[in-house]
């Protein structure tokens, strides 16, 4: 089997970091060729050391960040030729630890399995579902036929927003999977279990043998749980803990009970809509215009996976205490909820928390679409 692994780098670091090497000798066990794609000018020592097991390194700046940096590969530097000599062609990022399991035992495992594409985990929603793209493996059948670089092509991959870039990269190569009829599968299928903020439930309950990078990056998350869940990877797996030190300040977490601690600790879960694509679009084809209420995350989630409410979208809404943003991403006019006719429909594009609490200013309104069943 003849295959490649294409890596993006970009780190605030003059060298590259100890879990990064480690993790580019585990893909150089498995994988036949290495392309590195930085998003950042390299330092003379990150390039020696990516030279020893590649000699196509591009530097590039981080403009549509690791989708912009797979797009500008896929589509400029891999001839036909190249692409459809490949059986497997993977993506693979800095952002995460690990895995814990060596990478060709991963991989060998999937090969038992039947898909055109696979990732090492899967987030399910009835509004967006997609595979995590830290890493994703396309394999003949999606690389042969020319769909890997038709649906690179398709992203933009020069934004700056990185919500635009889940919209336009992940969800929508999972769209795109589904509507081409290609299989797809996942080495671990966390539950909408956040994997930022429970990796320890991720990875006991689950299996799913990488902890997100962003965990430790997290200053709501504290110090002792970081510790605990390092700890519980020193226990379980051959994995040098001393990669994490940078991220963690010492304590003694032999004081602490652990299992008293996960006890009183809620599961995570990843905030996915509860309404269906097809309740959404119904939604907005029934009007000749709406209004989005919301100018945060899943708002712009919403608006640019959704054509149907760029399309029909005059409007953006927010609370009244909230100050009005004339230069707002979605270049329409914002107003406060108490401007807004009370004929014209909304689109609810908040958490189910927040919803709810607006749920009481709504009541003179019938025209109303909320993502959560409520």
């Known amino acids: 089997m003849k295959n490649l692994v294409i890596f993006s780098y970009y780190s605030c670091e003059s060298v590259v970091e100890l879990h990064i090497r480690h993790l580019i000798e585990d893909l150089s066990n498995y994988f036949n060729d290495i392309i590195v ?14 030279k020893r097991y590649t000699n196509r390194i591009y530097e590039r700046d981080n403009v549509g960040f690791d989708a912009g940096a ?13 692409i459809q000599g490949y059986d497997e062609i993977a993506i693979c990022n800095d952002t995460f630890f690990g895995p814990f399991v060596p990478i060709s035992k991963i991989c060998c495992n999937m090969n038992q399995r039947d898909s055109d594409i ?20 396309f394999r003949k059948a999606f690389c042969q036929n020319g769909s890997i670089k038709e649906f690179f092509e398709s992203i933009h991959g020069e934004t700056t927003s990185r919500q635009e870039v889940f919209v336009d990269f992940e969800v929508a190569l999972f769209d795109y999977i589904i509507k081409n009829k290609f299989e797809y599968d996942y080495y671990t299928d966390t539950c909408l279990i956040d994997i930022y903020k429970s990796p320890f439930l991720c990875i006991r ?15 709501t998350i504290s110090n002792i749980e970081k510790n605990f869940l390092v700890s519980y990877i020193e226990e379980h797996f051959d994995y040098d803990i001393s990669f994490f030190s940078p991220y963690l300040e010492p304590c003694n977490i032999k004081e602490y009970n652990f299992e008293q601690y996960l006890g009183s600790k809620r599961e995570e879960l990843v905030g996915l809509p509860e309404i269906s694509k097809e309740e959404f679009e119904l939604f907005c084809m029934k009007y000749s215009e709406v209004a989005i209420f919301g100018a945060g995350i899943l708002a712009k989630k919403c608006w640019y996976y959704f054509n149907g409410l760029r399309t029909k979208a005059k409007k953006i809404v927010v609370s009244d205490d909230h100050p009005l943003d004339l230069k707002n991403e979605f270049y329409l006019p914002m107003f406060h909820l108490k401007d807004l006719p009370e004929d014209i429909p909304i689109v609810v594009c908040m958490n189910k928390r927040n919803s709810i609490e607006l749920l009481e200013k709504l009541t003179k309104r019938t025209n109303v679409l909320l993502l959560w069943k409520i």
């Open 37 to 50: 794609t930085s998003n950042m000018t390299l330092s003379s020592e990150s390039r020696n050391f990516f």
């Open 70 to 82: 797979y797009k500008e590969v896929i589509c400029t530097h891999l001839s036909n030729n190249e």
């Open 118 to 137: 696979w990732g090492m985990n899967i987030v399910r929603g009835k509004l967006f579902s997609h595979i995590q793209s830290y890493f994703i493996v």
């Open 205 to 219: 309950d689950y299996g799913l043998p990488v902890v997100k990078k962003k965990y430790f990056e997290d200053s």
